[in-house]
DNA sequence: GTAAATGATACCATTTTAGTATCATTTATA
DNA sequence: TATAAATGATACTAAAATGGTATCATTTAC
C-alpha cells in the first residue's frame, strides 16, 4: 500500500524499485516481489530494462482494496467450514454460517469502497 | 461451538466428553483440550471423578461469540501495523489504519451481538 | 481400591507467512 | 555493440500459526 500510494503520488512518472527502497524504507527484494505481483495482476504496468519501473495501470479510484487483499491473502472466505480437513457436513444449515457469511458480505462491501485515491493526503 | 451448543441443549446436566463424542464426532483428545480451555476461561464449569463432565457456567445469552473467538484465537487485530518486526512508524497517522479500525469495531460489535442462545434451533 | 472422569502439559506435522537470493531477460545509451 | 540498469521468474529458507495427538497426574463416586 505504502509503495502504490509513492507510486500514485508521482502521477504517471516510471518509479524504481530502488527509488521506492530509498523512500519508503521497504527490503529490495521484497519489494520487487510484491511488485512483481502487482504488475502480473494488472495493478501496475512495468517496463523492463534501462529506464525501466513500474507505473499505476489503473487509475487510482479505480483500485480497490478489497482486490488487493485478494492478491496477496487469496479469496475471502472467514467461513470456510472444514473440520479435521474434510467439509462439516451441516455447512449449508448452520446458523453460525450464516451470520457469519452476513458480516463477511459487509466487510467486503466495504472494503470495496476503500480505493487508492481515497488514502492519498 | 457444536460442543456448546450441545451442552446448552441439555440444560443443566453434566456433560462428559465421551458423551460429546459420541454425538458430535470430533475426536476425543482435541474435545478435550478445547473444553479444558474453556473451563479456565470460565465459560463451562467443570466437575472431576466420575460422574463427572462439564456444563455451562453462564447462561446461553451471556456467552458471546466474540469472547469464544478472543479465547481461541487472541485479541482482536486485524490492523496490528507491523513492518519487518517493528511497528510501522506511521501507526498514529494512517489513513488507511483508520479506515480498517473502523471495520474492526463494527465486525466486532456485531460478533459481541451474537450469543450461543441465538444460534439454538 | 478401582474405574471413570478431568487437569496439565509436552509433543508433532503441516501450512502459512515473511522475506532472501539468484540467474535470466530486456532495453537505453555511451 | 558492450554494458549497466532495470524487471521476470523462480527457488529457497526460517519462524510462527494451526490443527491436532498422547500421556501421566489428580480427583471422586461407588
Known sequence: MKALRYIASQNNKIITVSELVKKLRIPHSF?????QI?????ILKSYKGQGGGFMLAL?????FLADLI????GPFKFNDCL???KKCPEVNSCILKRKIDNIEQRVIAELKSITLESLLQ
Chains 1, 2 share one sequence.
Open 31 to 35: 519489494l520487487r516481489k510484491i511488485l
Open 38 to 42: 502487482l504488475n502480473k495482476k494488472r
Open 83 to 85: 473440520f479435521v480437513k
Open 70 to 73: 485478494r492478491i496477496f491473502h
Open 59 to 63: 487509475k487510482p479510484d479505480e483500485i
